[in-house]
Structure formats: structure tokens, C-alpha cells
Nanobody
Framework: QVQLVESGGGLVQPGGSLRLSCTASIRTFSDYAMAWFRQVPGKEREFVGGISRTAYDTYYADSVKGRFTISRDNAKNTVYLQMNSLQPEDTAVYYC??????????????WGQGTQVTVSS
């Protein structure tokens, strides 16, 4: 059974940074594209960024481009989301997802349970 476990969320002041991690219990992690989404209550789950199987390609939502960086370590079955210059509008539950290809809609095979990120002074 595939499990994705996120960590690294928390409370941070505006302008601060956080790094989220997502570790997967997948035998062949490198067979999967990985993505991060976020969701606030009452809104749809929103694409944040995605990374291809070999990390050759990365994609970002316009709202985070230049501030967030997604990376992966296939030897550790882990994908990361480095978030810099955080703003209150980045407050959300962040989810990692695994799928065949990167898509910007929440159509992925596997999902983590989410980790809360709160940006507030």
C-alpha cells in the first residue's frame, strides 16, 4: 500500500521560510511524478508545483514562481518544497501527490494527509 507522509509545516512570520518534505513508501519512487497542492477551507485544492520523475522538469503556479522550489531525492523516496518569502495568502494545508505525469488538476493516484502552513505575525 502506497503512503505519502508530509512534514515540515508550522507557523511562520511573513517573509519567512519553511521546507516541506514528503516521504513515500513506494518501491519505485522514480516511476512517479510528484506534485504539491494546497487547500484552504471552502476553496478547491490548488496546484503549487510539480516535478518530473527524474527532476528534469519542474512547474510552478504563477502565485509561487520565484519563491518556491520543488526538488526530489529518489534515493530517499522524498520530495521537498522549499518555500521562501512566505505571505499570509500562502496559509493553507499543503498536500503532496504522486502520479504518472505532472498535471495541474488534483488528478493524482496517491495523496498525503496534508500539513498545515500558517503565515502570520
Amino acid at each position: 500500500q502506497v503512503q505519502l507522509v508530509e512534514s515540515g509545516g508550522g507557523l511562520v512570520q511573513p517573509g519567512g521560510s519553511l521546507r516541506l518534505s514528503c516521504t513515500a513508501s513506494i518501491r519505485t519512487f522514480s516511476d512517479y511524478a510528484m506534485a504539491w497542492f494546497r487547500q484552504v477551507p471552502g476553496k478547491e485544492r490548488e496546484f503549487v508545483g510539480g516535478i518530473s520523475r527524474t527532476a528534469y522538469d519542474t512547474y510552478y503556479a504563477d502565485s509561487v514562481k520565484g519563491r518556491f522550489t520543488i526538488s526530489r531525492d529518489n534515493a530517499k523516496n522524498t520530495v521537498y518544497l522549499q518555500m521562501n518569502s512566505l505571505q499570509p495568502e500562502d496559509t493553507a494545508v499543503y498536500y503532496c501527490a504522486a502520479g504518472a505525469v505532472i498535471v495541474t488538476v488534483p488528478n493524482y493516484s496517491y495523496w498525503g494527509q496534508g500539513t498545515q502552513v500558517t503565515v502570520s505575525s
